[in-house]
């Protein structure tokens, strides 16, 4: 069983910075990428932006520039740092972690997310 958990998220104004983070636990051989999604109300859950066990990067392109993810791997955690924050980044974003288990096993697991709230 793996569990990933995030913090953060909150209300901004437009122009400022959130930093949310992400932490995975239990039976974790290795953890292979973990990422950031994001799901708007009326709309479809998107890819963000995530990092592979070897630090290999990947952004939307609405949030390069602007958002920076990074990774602890004895922690086995990940980050977000999200600067010059729009109103069109209002969502509930969520963390995920896909690897093998202890045990052998491939596993995909989501956080329950956290709400990130930009204001104009």
């Known amino acids: 069983q793996v569990r990933v958990v995030e913090f953060g998220g909150g209300l901004v104004q437009a122009g400022g910075s959130l930093r949310l983070s992400c932490a995975a636990s239990g039976s974790i051989f290795r953890i292979r990428v973990m990422g950031w999604y994001r799901q708007a109300p009326g709309n479809q859950r998107e890819l963000v932006a995530d990092i592979t066990n070897l630090g290999r990067t990947n952004y939307a392109d609405s949030v390069k520039g602007r958002f920076t993810i990074s990774r602890d791997g004895a922690k086995k955690s990940v980050y977000l740092q999200m600067n010059s924050l729009k109103p069109e980044d209002t969502a509930f974003y969520y963390c995920?972690?896909?690897?093998?288990?202890?045990?052998?096993?491939?596993?995909?697991?989501w956080g329950q997310g956290t709400q990130v709230t930009v204001s104009s």
């Open positions: 995920i972690a896909e690897g093998i288990t202890g045990i052998g096993e491939s596993f995909t697991s």
